[in-house]
């Protein structure tokens, strides 16, 4: 059984810092494509950034892009989501997920785990 883990939300105020884990099970961790989605109130999922240990690649979004960075740990099963320089507009449910390739739609996700951050 898949297992996606996160951890690490809370209420930080802008400009902070936060380290969401996202712990795995159930999968090879470092055959797929790990990402990070984020949903707000009212707007539509969108795309954080992904990291591919296969391909030894990261892609981030435009909007977290220099503030945000991904990395794992294989022998934890684990991956990270550093967030630095928190804004406001960061605030939303964050989500890890997992996929063979890279996709918007991966096969794989966690429940989720909520960022807010504060003016």
């Known amino acids: 059984q898949v297992q996606l883990v996160e951890s690490g939300g809370g209420l930080v105020q802008a400009g902070g810092s936060l380290r969401l884990s996202c712990a795995t099970s159930?999968?090879?961790?470092?055959?797929?494509?790990m990402g990070w989605f984020r949903q707000a109130p009212g707007k539509e999922r969108e795309f954080v950034g992904s990291?591919?240990?296969?391909?030894?690649?990261?892609y981030y979004a435009d909007s977290v892009k220099g503030r945000f960075s991904i990395f794992g740990d294989n022998a934890k099963n684990t991956m990270y989501l550093q967030m630095n320089r928190l804004k406001p507009e960061d605030t939303a449910v964050y989500y890890c997920a997992a996929d063979p390739q890279f996709t918007t739609t991966p096969i794989y996700w966690g429940q989720g785990t909520q960022v807010t951050v504060s003016a």
């Open positions: 159930g999968i090879t961790f470092s055959s797929y494509v």
């Open positions: 990291i591919s240990w296969r391909l030894d690649s990261t």
